[in-house]
């Protein structure tokens, strides 16, 4: 029994020391791991942000040449019959906005939501103004209804989009 004792005494201390240098040691590994983790997020960030930041620009540049406005400045062909005139600029909507589309990786739900919303009624909007029109009417009557259209608008989803994401890149930065 004396002999058992006396192992005890020599074992529970050194066990005591080895679950402390343990606790120790997984304690720093930790919080090694943590800091390295932080790191690595602030490095993917500081890659990230400028990438973001050029998603922002190109989508407020896109929403500015698909306003209603913008186009029939960027499309002022007087030859063109009305219809003509109309497929002519929903192409180049469809086509601004396909171009544009994996912007939406940078941006938050909402925001893309609002662009979508703002392609969707620009498109409304010279779809409406074309059915206005006689069959032989002229591009540039259309493009005047078009303008009509867009001043009548109290606040286009255009400007709503482009103020939602100024405002998310003011929280962002």
Not at 12 to 37: E, G, M, N, Q, W
Not at 80 to 99: G, P, S, T, W, Y
Not at 139 to 150: H, R, T, V, Y
Request: proline share 3%.
């Amino acid at each position: 029994m004396n002999d058992l004792i006396e192992i005890l005494k020599y074992i529970i201390p050194s066990l005591i020391v080895c679950a402390v240098a343990f606790y120790l040691i997984k304690a720093f590994l930790d919080s090694d791991l943590k800091k390295r983790t932080l790191e690595m997020k602030q490095k993917g960030q500081n890659v990230l942000i400028p990438i973001r930041l050029q998603a922002y620009e190109r989508v407020v540049l896109l929403l500015e040449r698909i306003s209603p406005t913008s186009l029939v400045m960027r499309i002022n062909k007087p030859e063109l019959m009305a219809n003509q005139l109309r497929l002519k600029l929903l192409n180049i909507v469809r086509e601004e906005f396909d171009h544009n589309l994996s912007q939406q990786l940078y941006f938050s739900s909402q925001a893309w939501e609002l662009i979508k919303n703002a392609k969707e009624e620009v498109i409304k909007l010279i779809n409406t103004a074309a059915a206005d029109m006689n069959d032989d009417a002229q591009g540039q009557d259309l493009s005047k209804k078009i303008i009509e259209l867009s001043i009548a608008q109290s606040k286009s989803p255009i400007s709503i989009a482009l103020e939602f994401i100024k405002n998310e890149i003011r929280e962002l930065f």
